[in-house]
């Protein structure tokens, strides 16, 4: 396995089998919920875990899961990870042996990520021919193609762009520190903002969405789904416009009864009946 060349042709492929070109990708859980038809989701998960891919062999049906967090980029290159998993079917189906260990599919499924984010063409047509590389450079890399200034600075190396040290140096620098220094700090917080927040997988939502509107499934289920309150979901169903059906019950309209003959001559003979006196020495007995 090479874990470089295999990564950049298989994100490379990934783009252009999809005609996603060479420009930033904008919402990744949807981009790959409409590309692959896999689930994903935002769920809320311990500190240590940021991402899972789950395989369904029966049905080879697949759902990636990933942590909520304040690290929009983390967010976003464990998608691309996970996602680059699926591409080469790096299904665990023997011992995984040490975990702390950083497997060659492990590596090759970080370098899919890198590549996918931020892919070389794209990085060259938005720098082009300029002067030297800056701070300010770096900045406006990971401002564009949300990644970390990790993953730009490696990128940015392996260009040509920049030398080891620098390298090494930009990699040790945050996001949020760029954020502040060169002005793009309050669409940090949207994307921080963002990215902790829990979120269904679109079809189940979808497919949820449709048992309530016909009726055989609660609001309570739909805010369960995406943890919010019951108050919320119904808030925002109302104004879309969705409510649930109200199906009549055939078995209780009069006019699908069906028609009962009735001999009203033998009722009024037993009815008559009934109103003659008893035999007196029945009554005397009772006495």
């Not at 011992?95 to 931020?118: I, Q, Y």
């Amino acid at each position: 396995m090479n874990a470089e060349a295999d990564g950049c042709s298989a994100a490379e492929r990934f783009r252009k089998d999809h005609r996603l070109g060479v420009q930033p990708l904008g919402d990744l859980v949807a981009i790959i919920e409409q590309t692959t038809g896999i689930d994903v989701a935002v769920l809320d998960a311990g500190p240590d875990e940021h991402g899972l891919t789950m395989r369904d062999p029966k049905r080879d049906t697949m759902f990636i899961g990933v942590a909520r967090t304040r690290n929009p980029m983390r967010q976003r290159f464990t998608l691309a990870h996970e996602l680059g998993h699926v591409q080469f079917r790096d299904w665990a189906e023997v011992d995984a042996g040490n975990w702390s260990d950083r497997s060659p599919a492990e590596v090759r499924a970080d370098v899919f990520a890198r590549h996918l984010l931020l892919p070389v063409d794209g990085l060259r047509e938005f720098l082009g021919e300029g002067d030297q590389v800056t701070r300010s450079t770096l900045s406006g890399v990971v401002q564009r193609f949300l990644v970390s200034p990790a993953v730009a600075a490696i990128a940015l190396h392996q260009d040509g762009y920049l030398d080891v040290a620098t390298k090494r140096e930009w990699m040790t620098l945050s996001t949020a520190q760029l954020a502040v220094r060169f002005g793009w700090i309050d669409q940090y917080h949207a994307l921080q903002a963002d990215s902790d927040r829990r979120r269904a997988p679109q079809r189940l939502l979808a497919r949820a969405t449709r048992g309530y509107a016909e009726g055989v499934l609660s609001a309570q289920a739909i805010a369960t789904l995406r943890g919010i309150a019951v108050e919320t979901a119904e808030a925002e169903l109302r104004s879309a416009g969705i409510a649930p059906a109200e199906s009549p019950i055939a078995w209780a309209d009069p006019a699908e009864l069906p028609d009962v003959p009735v001999d009203w001559v033998a009722l009024d003979a037993d009815l008559s009946a009934s109103d003659e006196p008893q035999d007196p020495a029945a009554e005397t007995d009772a006495r």
